[in-house]
């Protein structure tokens, strides 16, 4: 189980540098080729449908491969390995709250409060 963590967090962090690696570049090639000396009046671009929807479903696709991993290791998880050493039912009601033990000798608690 262990293992399956840590192997997660490797993929999500392999992840996290190749946006960080790609958010710098355009950052450094932004700030390169659009100063105001070499471009005093910047284009406008109208239609970008393109760019809209690569930077839609790119993120998107991204969040499937992490998901995908988490989710199997989360219900990896969900299995109780261990027999536990003492199992409890609360049962809430409208002014108070009755606790039964399950297990053996152990009699009976009932909680009520005072006010």
């Not at 790609?22 to 406008?44: D, G, Y």
């Not at 992490?66 to 969900?78: G, K, N, R, T, V």
């Amino acid at each position: 189980m262990m293992q399956g963590i840590i192997d997660l967090h490797h993929d999500i962090f392999f992840f996290l540098i190749l946006i960080l690696v790609f958010v710098s570049r355009m950052l450094v090639c932004a700030l390169w080729h659009f100063h105001e000396q070499t471009n005093p009046i910047s284009k406008r671009i109208v239609h970008g449908t393109t760019i809209e929807i690569i930077r839609t479903i790119f993120p998107s696709v991204i969040l499937l491969f992490i998901a995908i991993p988490s989710f199997a290791l989360l219900y990896s998880m969900d299995e109780v390995l261990v027999d536990p050493a003492i199992t409890i039912k609360a049962i809430g009601h409208q002014w108070y709250r009755s606790v039964p033990l399950n297990e053996g000798d152990l009699s009976a608690m009932k909680c009520t409060g005072g006010s």
